[in-house]
């Protein structure tokens, strides 16, 4: 299958409009046309993780996350994805890339929002996880 892996952020902001009169641009500050700012965020915050077929645009599976994803999606050639969670926990992540099984969930310590790869020494396969 020709798969899209797609992480999500879950997390809410409510913007309250600006009056047209109010409004000025500052540069080198953010244009945001509000009146509060980036907004009021939402506490509630999740995620998910979404395998696409890329020729069909259909959804072959997808996992919800109590954490927004911005990890890396590593998919391997071994068929395995790999990622990390941040915020409430730290768990890394492996699914059978084809079903969406959980194959692992193991907890590192550290949020993992950074890259996952995979690399090969002497015949043997090692993860490597950026955790902060």
């Known amino acids: 299958m020709n798969s899209l892996f797609v992480p999500t952020i879950d997390w809410g902001t409510t ?3 600006a009056a047209p009169d109010t409004l000025k641009h500052e540069p080198p500050k953010p244009f945001i046309g509000s009146a ?3 907004g009021e965020q939402d506490p509630e915050r999740f995620g998910h993780i979404t395998a696409v077929d890329a020729d069909s ?3 072959v599976w997808k996992y919800d996350t109590d954490t927004p994803v911005v990890a890396a999606l590593t998919p391997t050639a071994g068929g395995v994805l790999l990622t990390g ?3 409430r ?3 890394f992540l ?3 890339a084809a079903t969406g099984e959980l194959l692992l969930k193991r907890n590192l310590g550290d949020p993992i929002g950074g890259g996952i ?3 090969m020494i002497g015949g043997t396969q090692y993860v490597a996880v950026a955790a902060e």
Do not use: E, P
């Open 117 to 119: 790869m995979t690399y």
């Open 89 to 91: 926990n730290s768990n």
């Open 36 to 38: 509060n700012g980036f």
């Open 85 to 87: 969670a941040t915020h």
């Open 94 to 96: 492996a699914f059978d």
């Open 57 to 59: 645009g259909n959804v």
């Open 15 to 17: 913007l309250k409009l």
